[in-house]
C-alpha cells in the first residue's frame, strides 16, 4: 500500500448523493487507475489515466467520473446515475503504462462505500 | 480476447504443505502474467509477475510462480504454507504486443492454510 493513499476508509452515502473518493501516490508514476470489487467477481476497471490532462473509460465506466489535473492525484466521483455503487473501490498507479519492466500497477488501501 | 481463469474459488492446505493456486489465461499476443495477494480489507499487494525469460519466477514471502506456455499457465507455488499466508490471490494478465492493453484479472482464491 506503500506510495499510495485513498479516502476515506469508509463512506456512507444516501441514494441520490454524489461523492468523491480520492486517491493520492507520491511514487511519480504516470498512469492511475481506478477498480471497483464486488465479492466473487475480482476487479473491473472503471477508468484510467495515462497522463495528465486525459483519462480513458474502463469496462464499467458508467455512473462514475474522474479528473486528472495534477499528476499525484485521480479522484473518483460516484454520481447518482450509477445503480448499484455499494463495493470496494481499489485506486492503482503504475510508472510508465505500457513498457513492461515499468507497468507494474500498485494499490491504494482501498474505500468500502455502502448506499443507505 | 483477453481472459484470466482461477478455476478454484477456495484452496485448503495445511500449514508445512506445498501449495498451488491455479492460473490460466488467454491472450492474442505474448502474456505479461502477474500474481497478486488481497488481505481482508486491504489493497493489493504485488507478488511477482513473468515478461520473457525464464519460466520459474520468484517473489515476495517465498512465493513462485512456473509459466507454461504450452498449457497456458501461471500456477502460483509455494514449497511450505504458513498461516500467514491465508488471504485471496489474484491472477492477472495483460497482452504484451498491445501496450495501450489492460490488466484483466481473475475472480480470485481463496487461500486457507490451517496449523
Known amino acids: 500500500d506503500g506510495g499510495i493513499t485513498q479516502s476515506p476508509k469508509y463512506l456512507f452515502r444516501k441514494e441520490g448523493q454524489n461523492v468523491t473518493l480520492s486517491c493520492e501516490q507520491n511514487?511519480?508514476?504516470?498512469?492511475m487507475y481506478w477498480y471497483r470489487q464486488d465479492p466473487g467477481q475480482g476487479l473491473r476497471l472503471i477508468y484510467y489515466s495515462q497522463i495528465v490532462n486525459d483519462f480513458q473509460k474502463g469496462d464499467i465506466a458508467e455512473g462514475y467520473s474522474v479528473s486528472r489535473e495534477k499528476k499525484e492525484s485521480f479522484p473518483l466521483t460516484v454520481t447518482s446515475a450509477q445503480k448499484n455503487p455499494t463495493a470496494f473501490y481499489l485506486c492503482?498507479?503504475?510508472?510508465?503504462?505500457?513498457?513492461?519492466?515499468?507497468?507494474?500497477?500498485?494499490f491504494g488501501p482501498g474505500t468500502r462505500l455502502t448506499v443507505l | 480476447a483477453q481472459s484470466v481463469a482461477q478455476p478454484e474459488d477456495q484452496v485448503n492446505v495445511a500449514e508445512g504443505n506445498p501449495l498451488t493456486v491455479k492460473c490460466t489465461y488467454s491472450?492474442?499476443?505474448?502474456?505479461?502474467l502477474f500474481w497478486y495477494v488481497q488481505y481482508p480489507n486491504r489493497g493489493l499487494q504485488f507478488l511477482l509477475k513473468?515478461?520473457?525469460?525464464?519460466?520459474l519466477v520468484k517473489g515476495s514471502y517465498g512465493f513462485e510462480a512456473e509459466f507454461n506456455k504450452s498449457q497456458t499457465s501461471f500456477h502460483l507455488k509455494k514449497p511450505s504454507a504458513l498461516v500467514s499466508d491465508s488471504a485471496l490471490y489474484f491472477c492477472?494478465?495483460?497482452?504484451?504486443?498491445?501496450?495501450?492493453?489492460?490488466?484483466?484479472f481473475g475472480q480470485g482464491t481463496e487461500l486457507s492454510v490451517k496449523p
Open positions: 492477472a494478465v495483460r497482452d504484451g504486443y498491445n501496450q495501450g492493453g489492460k490488466l484483466i
Open positions: 491472450v492474442s499476443g505474448n502474456p505479461y
Open positions: 511514487l511519480n508514476h504516470d498512469a
Open positions: 513473468y515478461i520473457t525469460g525464464d519460466n
Open positions: 492503482a498507479s503504475s510508472k510508465e503504462p505500457g513498457l513492461p519492466s515499468t507497468d507494474t500497477q500498485y
